[in-house]
């Protein structure tokens, strides 16, 4: 529970240092998903709308800093819709389980608005309270009053996958928020003063990189005349602290979710192959020598940060993280040195984890059998509203003239060739919380140009301008990954098979990383107990895994 309460706090530091969108001045409240006015229905103020507000129950986080009774974008929506909110408020601690006791109980609200870091609901989630009814089908209500939505999903065929249940309801909406960043997670970076001063080059191979850490072990570039520097550190959570996808993609694509491969059409696990053994091989080739901290295989990121930050001196040379304030202090003066190690060229390879841009499957819009005709309507053109620049912004980021404003001459957006559409206004220290956006709550369409068009200075080294710094970095990973990639992120697997899928994946991912940790720490021989570790996996049904998944892959190709 720690594990997973940290990284997702990791993650919404993540959001807020790096959440960087589009958006429309806000004059056109019939704004479509590219900022044109659309023609239909419109998700603005509704002239259709009874002159007593529609009374709403929704269950929603409410992140810190939030108050969503007296939120001034609550009071926006409420007067846009003619909406009387009536919130659930749960604590990002323990909001799964809370969500579950409420759709158990049967005393559950009109709908879900989650946060997709935080809680949201899995496919298998939405399957199986759509076939109850007790989450209603959402195909109609967008048909009828979402012009922006039905856009995006006929524009956006990613999005259109992720949203329709293999049976052809929508019966939730995910936050599609393509990251760009995100969607290489396994990143290194290094502190490159070190390099300097020990006059080494950015290693671009296996051996390199191995010497670059022997060098940093042994050739004290903290100048302080102790052994006390740390090759390589990571930890154990899930956005990209894990030191082993790095190390592995120079030899097999290491996807550090499912270990599956593609080829050819065909799933593979990438865990029983040869190149997967020569990856373990190198990876326990640093730790013999070590190069790798202990560590990194059993503490959390915030022991890794007690790393980077390590008060009598600096010894990191290379920490594993999607980005760097993962484990030092942006406001520090040890953020300028540490850079980004492009994917190593191995004997045939050269990989890098990639996710589909960060989107995770599932859905943080539901709408429930309790809500009444009125309350769909009023929902379902909320949420269109979000499919909007405008909406988007004010929603997710906080109200303009608040959080943003419009860009000035001369300020430049993140993306190459991209007109600046919003700019952040910073906060003043000591101010008192804004309380003007839903944050994750509001997070519904953020593709990837849209949040390329947000104001960003031009130097990396400046915090300000973070995001800028994990975008020049990930363009180094950009294209590293396989020509063919397992699409596990948008799969809907059949609803007879869900529960058998999750045992048996929770069993052999388990089973993967297990042995992977003691073949590279020496607990298990690579050569004398590689065999029985790959019966092992047969034993726990790879080949029954991989068909369930080849047979949900097959079908999706077929519509």
């Given at each position: ?407 000035a001459p001369g300020d430049t957006a993140l993306g190459e060739g991209v007109a600046p559409m919003v700019k952040t206004i910073p906060g003043v220290e000591g101010e008192a919380p804004r309380n003007a956006g839903w944050s994750g709550m509001a997070h519904f369409y953020m593709p990837k140009e849209y949040r390329d068009s947000w104001v960003q200075g031009t130097d990396i080294n400046d915090p300000s301008n973070y995001e800028r710094k994990l975008y020049e970095a990930t363009k180094l990973y950009e294209g590293h990954e396989p020509k063919e990639l397992f699409p596990f992120w948008s799969l809907w697997v059949d609803p007879a098979d869900s529960d058998e899928v999750g045992m048996l994946q929770t069993n052999i991912r388990n089973y993967i990383e297990q042995n992977a940790l003691q073949f590279v720490t020496g607990n298990k021989d690579l050569n004398k107990d590689w065999d029985a570790y790959v019966q092992g996996l047969k034993d726990l049904k790879l080949d029954r895994y ?14």
């Open positions: 529970m720690q594990m997973k309460k940290l990284s997702w706090s990791l993650m919404s530091l993540l959001l807020v240092l790096a959440l960087v969108l589009s958006a429309c001045s806000g004059k056109n409240e019939n704004a479509g998903t590219n900022g044109t006015p659309t023609d239909g229905g419109s998700s603005g103020a509704a002239t259709d709308t009874p002159s007593k507000p529609v009374e709403i129950s929704v269950f929603a986080v409410q992140e810190q800093g939030i108050d969503l009774n007296t939120n001034k974008f609550t009071q926006h929506v409420s007067d846009m819709f003619n909406i009387k909110f009536n919130f659930e408020v749960i604590p990002s601690d323990g909001a799964k389980e809370k969500r579950q006791i409420s759709l158990a109980s049967g005393d559950y609200p009109d709908a879900y608005m989650l946060t997709h870091y935080v809680d949201q609901f899995s496919q298998a989630d939405l399957l199986k309270f759509g076939k109850q009814g007790v989450i209603i089908p959402l195909n109609d209500l967008i048909d009828k009053h979402a012009p922006n939505i039905k856009a995006a999903m006929e524009s956006n065929a990613d999005l259109r996958t992720l949203n329709t249940a293999p049976d052809g309801n929508i019966y939730g909406l995910v936050a599609y928020t393509q990251c760009f960043h995100c969607s290489y997670p396994s990143k290194m970076w290094i502190n490159t003063e070190w390099l300097e001063k020990l006059n080494l080059e950015m290693p671009t191979t296996p051996e390199e990189f191995k010497n670059v850490l022997k060098a940093f072990k042994t050739e004290d570039p903290n100048g302080n005349g102790k052994p006390d520097e740390v090759g390589l550190s990571g930890s154990t959570e899930e956005f990209g602290v894990r030191v082993l996808p790095f190390l592995m993609n120079p030899f097999v694509y290491n996807d550090d979710r499912n270990y599956l491969n593609m080829t050819s059409g065909k799933v593979e696990s990438a865990a029983i192959k040869p190149e997967w053994k020569e990856g373990l091989a190198y990876a326990k080739s640093l730790y013999d020598e070590g190069l790798i901290d202990p560590g990194a295989f059993t503490q959390n990121a915030e022991a890794l940060k007690k790393i980077g930050e390590n008060a009598d001196a600096e010894i990191l040379g290379v920490g594993a993280g999607m980005h760097p304030a993962i484990f030092i202090d942006m406001a520090g003066p040890r953020f300028p040195k540490y850079h980004p190690v492009p994917p190593l060229q191995g004997p045939n390879v050269s990989f890098a984890t990639h996710d589909n841009g960060g989107v995770s499957p599932g859905g943080k819009f539901a709408i429930t059998n309790k809500a009444s005709e009125e309350a769909q309507i009023a929902l379902i053109k909320l949420a269109d509203y979000m499919f909007t620049p405008e909406g988007q912004t004010n929603g997710g980021s906080g109200m303009k003239g608040i959080d943003w404003e419009d860009p991989l068909e369930i998944l080849q047979k949900a892959y097959d079908a999706s190709v077929k519509e």
